[in-house]
């Protein structure tokens, strides 16, 4: 398993929506909003690393608004 934290930089206005629609995805386990340069900071949990950037790439960047995303890979 492994996890990382993921800080997300939304359209502005911030729109509530995005943050329901990310708190609903199954391997979130985190999701918090957040003020400066980033809206929100969400940790999620995946099988493989591989598999992190997938639900990153495919599931939270494609969500409208979402203007793009920085991954904080979670070492043991």
């Known amino acids: ?10 359209h502005f206005p911030f729109d509530k929506r ?11 386990s985190s999701i918090h909003r ?3 340069r980033y809206d929100l900071i ?5 099988e493989t690393e591989d598999k992190l950037r997938e639900l990153i790439s495919k599931d939270i960047c494609t969500i409208r608004g ?3 995303t920085l991954s904080l890979i979670i070492v043991s």
């Not at 995005?18 to 979130?28: Q, Y």
């Not at 969400?42 to 995946?46: D, E, F, L, W």
């Open 1 to 10: 398993m492994i996890s990382a934290f993921v800080l997300v930089n939304c």
């Open 18 to 28: 995005i943050k329901d629609e990310i708190s609903s995805m199954p391997f979130v």
């Open 34 to 36: 957040i003020q400066g």
């Open 42 to 46: 969400i940790k999620i949990n995946a």
């Open 66 to 68: 979402v203007d793009g």
